[in-house]
Each structure stands twice: as C-alpha cells, then as structure tokens.
C-alpha cells in the first residue's frame, strides 16, 4: 500500500462542473504539495501547504491534518484543466523527500 | 526565459550503453532533485543536492551517478543501461533545503524522455 493514495484515479467532468480530488496519506506529515501535469508532460505547483486552505483563482487546497487528508477544488472547470493531478508529502523527520500519489487523470470536455 | 531545463529531451539509446542527461536552472536555486517516473506515471524521488552537495540518494542503483558541478547544474550519467530504466527523468530545483516548519516550492524541468531498447 502506498503511503500516499489518491482517488479518484481517472475523473471525466463536463466543462462547468465543481471538481474535488481527494489525497490521504498515512505517515506524520510538515507538508503537502498539489501538483499539475500537463497532457505535454511539464509539472506545475500549484499548493503547498501544512494547514487550512488556500485559494488561487479558480483551484481551492485543503488540508486536515488530523485525518490526514487533503482534497483539491476546481471550480467551474474547463478543458484547459485536463490535466494530472499529482499530490505529495513530506513527511516529518525526513529533509528534502518528498513521497508521491499516483495521480488523478482528469478530462473536462465541452 | 527557462527556469529549469533539461537535455536532451529525449534519448533513445541500446542497453549497455552509458548516457548522461544535463540539467540547469537559472534561479540561484540551492537545491536540486532527481525524480523518475515510471510507465504508470508514478514519481519517486532518486537523488537531491544541496549547495553541490549529496543530501539524498533513494536506493538507486550505483550504476546512476549524479554530478554536480556547480549549484546550478545536476547532471545524471547512467552506465550499462537496462531497459527498466526506460522512463521520464525529471529534474526540480528549490529555493533552499525543504526541512522542519520551513518548505520549499519545487521548480520542475521540462523531463528527458529516456527508451532503451
């Protein structure tokens, strides 16, 4: 079992729809990353945070420390979200490494 | 202007061969990483430096070995290649050492599409 799961692993959206990507991991944590990659192969940060929520346009993190778990927004999606979405831990104790998801395939069509 | 690039992009080569890829960043970075990811697009930390210095090395196999000539180059030589190294190596880099309360962002480079046949 991977100490980072995602689900779910492939998402198909219409272009509008409200989109969570959900991440729980099972190790004591001081980070979590949401990354992008895109259909090109290029990864993006788009997150990293250790506690709450953050917002940038149109994509909202949250994190819950104590059920370790974290979940990513998209709202009012769009084609151009099709993406991997990739989320990752540091995990406490540990410099420098960080422990990936497998990713969620998401395809929003028109 | 790249932040992070890689050559080549991509690399077919037989096995047995030994190849390099070069990896540079332009951001005065301190630290930078190896990842492989793999045909299932699963992404595993392989190496890190800090200030040209090894911090880790993720059981890999001896046969890649990481250079690091200056803070703003990581380079990967890869000896006697096998075909289960066929994947995409990205490189990243990071302001400072991620460590304690303190994270760093990680800057990708665009990944080096290695086939060995």
């Known amino acids: 079992k991977n100490e980072v799961e995602q689900s779910p692993q492939n998402l198909t959206a219409q272009e509008g729809e409200f989109i969570t990507i959900n991440c729980s991991y099972s190790?004591?944590?001081?980070?979590l990353h949401w990354l992008q990659q895109h259909p090109g192969g290029g990864i993006v940060s788009l997150f990293m945070?250790?506690?709450g929520k953050k917002k940038h346009g149109r994509l909202i993190a949250t994190i819950n420390i104590q059920e370790k778990h974290s979940s990513l927004h998209i709202t009012a999606s769009h084609p151009r979200d099709s993406a991997v979405y990739i989320c990752?831990?540091?995990?406490?104790?540990?410099?420098?490494?960080?422990?990936f998801g497998t990713g969620t395939r998401l395809q929003v069509t028109l | 202007d790249t932040a992070v690039s890689q050559t080549p992009k991509y690399l077919v080569t037989q096995m047995g061969n030994d190849k390099s890829i070069k990896c540079e960043q332009n951001?005065?970075?301190?630290?930078m990483y190896w990842y492989k990811q793999d045909s299932k697009k699963f992404l595993k930390i392989m190496f890190s430096?800090?200030?040209?210095?090894?911090?880790i090395n993720e059981t890999v196999p001896n046969r890649f070995s990481p250079k690091s000539p200056d803070k703003a180059h990581l380079n990967l030589h890869i000896n006697s290649l096998e075909l289960g190294d066929s994947a995409v190596y990205f490189c990243?880099?990071?302001?400072?050492?991620?460590?304690?309360?303190?994270?760093?962002?990680?800057?990708f480079g665009p990944g080096t599409r290695l086939l060995v046949l």
């Open positions: 990243a880099s990071s302001p400072r050492l991620s460590g304690g309360p303190r994270e760093e962002t990680q800057y």
């Open positions: 190790v004591g944590i001081s980070a």
């Open positions: 945070l250790s506690s």
């Open positions: 990752a831990v540091r995990s406490t104790g540990t410099a420098s490494k960080l422990t």
């Open positions: 951001l005065g970075h301190d630290t």
């Open positions: 430096y800090n200030n040209k210095e090894l911090i």
